[in-house]
């Protein structure tokens, strides 16, 4: 019999509880992988391919107020800028208002957003149709998919913000990964609907020629409004998506410490269980010994199963929440999940290596006080 | 008959390490259910502890945020004349016409920028917010270029303390008071004279919103009625509390967030209990044996093991309750999906939040305590006699 699977046979010798442990530590492993990987989307994912050179330029107080028309040409005149387009939020009301069907949609510019989006693929004779059709819209093929929809249907739009519902054809779909599930449409029509909104956009989108001209053409953007009646803030597309994730409070404490919560409480239930199980074995240490098992190698058994049950439950846990979050993120309930949300192998290695460290951990005081015991005193100890 | 409770009490302590542990496993996810539970209840306090129930707040027709609202200033004197309006100290209709804006300001710890509303106001402004206590300084001045900070904005923010001089709008603004608006709406607001602030904003001849204060609930209905009703005016009057009440939605996404950590780190528990409680079971087998034999039921075997997972989860909401208890009144602040300004509120542990965290360690014991409680009442004696 080898070590390793005298180590394997103890620990499921008593099945309930060594399920129990594996259930247990499987739960907490599920939420600190998601954690983990809510953290890996919002401050280490770069995002779509392009979205490194891309910088936004908002009101610097809110996005609640509109920028003026004239801001574009001034933002183009800037060097380094490749292409600028306006975007307005319209709203992310479908059909209804429930939240399953809602996702994002936004006017702008038809001529010139292709350029700053670069990384969104549409054919091109899709394209001209859409720059041609004032009322059209170019959607996210997955989006189309979830709907059914087909070049040429129609589809009206409404919205908490603007006083119109515009009807929209659609006249192009474009591909992007991780997909981007939203509707653009030209923001000439909703000027024209609406007449308060006329010469405004909500921010403007701009693709810079390098990725290290980023932090300085954002600089210089600010500068040239710092005496505007409106002054403005720049900063990449990241930043900007990271800024909706800053509302809800200091996010990144609370992932943090409930990480830091999970962690914890594994190590409990772990050692506990360890802890269990070799006093129920102490006349059985004591045989071992006797018949010429050394410290170590008593220590490297105990330990050993501590670790098989850790990283048992870490990949059950692993494997949940990767299956949750990608079912999370192609279910109805994925509004607000940015879609590139999902358990990457650097995470899935990690967060195993957590529960193996914890296997450790949380072996290593009982198996140490059991290699210790004193023969004569195990053989006579009843338990 | 029942096994008296003294009877799992001294079997707990006997097993003071795996009761102990058992304990801070339950602990740990009850602070951390405490913990969201405590910030949901001190947003929610932040809202609706705000307000008068008196005051009338009025905005553009179709507005539903002060920031979004604006109406023409000569709408003001009409409003001023309606019938069931407060007498001030000066024996004038107590109403304060307002400009809200929001500005940037940068964290006093160097992490950013927050969005911060700063309020411009009438002298009946103050006089209608008697929950807002000046604790240091005095009130601004009409008429001048001055304001006073909330106690948590002076906390929070740079160059907010009584003498400092605050940027915004055309110029610099003198800090001349603090006070403290007992952890409501107000507490994360900056106020000043409503004149100098339309001037600095180009927003004359305007107000965001307009405040009137009731004499009697009743004619604050009738007020907000008639506000809302007068197609000359085109505004609408809110009840005040109501308005506040109604912004507490921007705790959804913690609330939403908070049951599912809460939920999966309970079944996470409900495991460990569960373990534990087996283990109590199989150590016990003569034990419970003999309890039958001298006459004690099966009911009374699991009603005494429930009790004992119970008791365990008990002592688990206690020690997360006490490691949580350092943390009541920290504050935090999260953004407004209303007025796009952070709003600051104090984490709250109040008892109902004490409650809840107990009733959900005392489900996590009793789920966890009664498969091994079953086992227990079910054991063959005669097996359990000789094992």
Request: contains cysteine; positive net charge; hydrophobic residues 45%.
């Amino acid at each position: 019999m080898t070590l390793s699977s005298f180590i394997v046979r103890n620990t499921f010798r008593n099945k309930r509880r060594s399920l129990l442990t594996m259930a247990s530590i499987s739960f907490s492993l599920l939420l600190l992988t998601m954690m983990m990987s809510i953290w890996r989307t919002f401050y280490l994912d770069p995002g779509p391919p392009d979205a490194v050179r891309r910088i936004i330029t908002r009101d610097r107080v809110s996005l609640a107020f509109f920028l003026p028309a004239y801001y574009r040409d001034k933002i183009r005149s800037v060097p380094g800028v490749v292409a600028v387009a306006p975007m307005t939020y319209f709203g992310n009301r479908y059909k209804d208002d429930r939240a399953s069907n809602a996702f994002a949609q936004a006017a702008t510019d038809p001529d010139e957003y292709p350029k700053v989006a670069s990384d969104k693929i549409i054919p091109p004779d899709q394209l001209v149709a859409w720059q041609r059709d004032r009322t059209g819209a170019l959607v996210d093929v997955e989006l189309a998919k979830k709907y059914g929809w087909k070049i040429g249907d129609r589809i009206t739009l409404s919205s908490p913000y603007f006083p119109v519902a515009p009807e929209l054809t659609i006249r192009a779909m474009y591909k992007i990964d991780p997909p981007a599930r939203s509707l653009y449409f030209s923001s000439k029509y909703l000027e024209e609907s609406v007449g308060w909104f006329k010469g405004q956009a909500g921010w403007y989108i701009t693709q810079v020629d390098s990725a290290d001209h980023v932090a300085s053409v954002s600089q210089a953007i600010d500068e040239l409004f710092r005496n505007s009646p409106q002054r403005t803030k720049t900063e990449s597309q990241q930043a900007f998506q990271l800024s909706f994730v800053a509302t809800l409070g200091n996010v990144k404490v609370f992932i943090l410490s409930i990480c830091a919560a999970v962690v914890f409480a594994i190590l409990l239930v772990s050692s506990n269980t360890m802890a269990m199980s070799i006093r129920g074995r102490t006349r059985e240490v004591a045989v071992l010994k006797t018949l010429g098992f050394t410290r170590q190698r008593l220590l490297a058994i105990f330990v050993g199963e501590s670790i098989a049950l850790a990283v048992g439950g870490g990949v059950i846990g692993i494997l949940a929440a990767t299956g949750m979050l990608q079912w999370l993120t192609h279910s109805s309930l994925a509004i607000g999940i940015p879609a590139g949300m999902r358990v990457t192998f650097p995470t899935m290695v990690v967060s195993l290596l957590v529960a193996a460290t914890v296997g450790f951990v949380s072996g290593c005081l009982p198996a140490y006080n059991a290699a210790r015991i004193n023969i004569v005193d195990g053989l006579r100890h009843i338990g | 008959m029942a096994i008296p409770i003294s009877y799992n009490v001294r079997n707990l302590i006997l097993r003071k390490g795996l009761t102990l542990m058992t304990a801070l496993g339950i602990a740990l996810t009850v602070t951390t259910a405490i913990f969201l539970m405590a910030l949901v209840a001190g947003l929610n306090r932040a809202f609706v502890s705000s307000g008068n129930p008196l005051n009338v707040l009025v905005l553009r027709k179709g507005s539903e945020a002060e920031l979004s609202g604006g109406f023409d200033a000569s709408l003001y004197p009409t409003l001023k004349t309606l019938p069931g309006i407060a007498k001030d100290s000066h024996g004038e209709p107590m109403t304060s016409g307002e400009w809200v804006v929001v500005i940037v300001l940068p964290r006093k710890d160097g992490t950013g920028e927050v969005n911060v509303t700063v309020r411009g106001m009438m002298p009946d402004g103050l006089e209608m917010r008697p929950s807002a206590k000046l604790v240091e300084g005095r009130w601004f001045q009409t008429g001048q270029r001055e304001v006073v900070v909330s106690k948590s904005i002076q906390g929070r923010f740079s160059h907010a303390n009584i003498g400092d001089t605050m940027e915004f709008g055309k110029g610099s603004w003198k800090v001349v008071g603090v006070f403290d608006a007992g952890g409501s709406a107000y507490e994360s607001e900056v106020w000043g004279d409503v004149n100098q602030m339309a001037s600095d904003f180009d927003r004359q001849g305007g107000f965001s919103s307009a405040y009137l204060r009731a004499t009697d609930p009743i004619s604050a209905e009738a007020l907000k009625n008639r506000v809302s009703d007068d197609q000359r005016l085109k505004l609408e009057g809110f009840n005040e509390k109501e308005y506040y009440a109604k912004q507490t939605s921007s705790g959804t996404p913690i609330k939403v967030i908070g049951y599912v950590v809460g939920f999966i780190m309970a079944i996470g528990s409900i495991f460990a209990a569960m373990n534990t409680m087996y283990a109590a079971v199989a150590y016990r087998g003569r034990e419970i044996a003999t309890l039958r034999v001298i006459g004690f039921s099966r009911p009374a075997i699991l009603t005494s093991f429930v009790l004992e997972s119970l008791l365990l989860a008990l002592l688990g909401a206690a020690a997360g309750i006490l490691l949580m208890l350092p943390f009541n009144g920290m504050q935090t602040g999260t953004s407004n999906a209303v007025t796009f300004s952070e709003v600051v509120f104090a984490l709250r542990i109040t008892p109902q939040v004490a409650l809840y965290a107990i009733l959900f360690a005392l489900i996590m014991g009793f789920v966890g305590g009664l498969a091994p409680a079953w086992h227990a009442a079910r054991q063959n004696i005669l097996n359990a006699l000789r094992s």
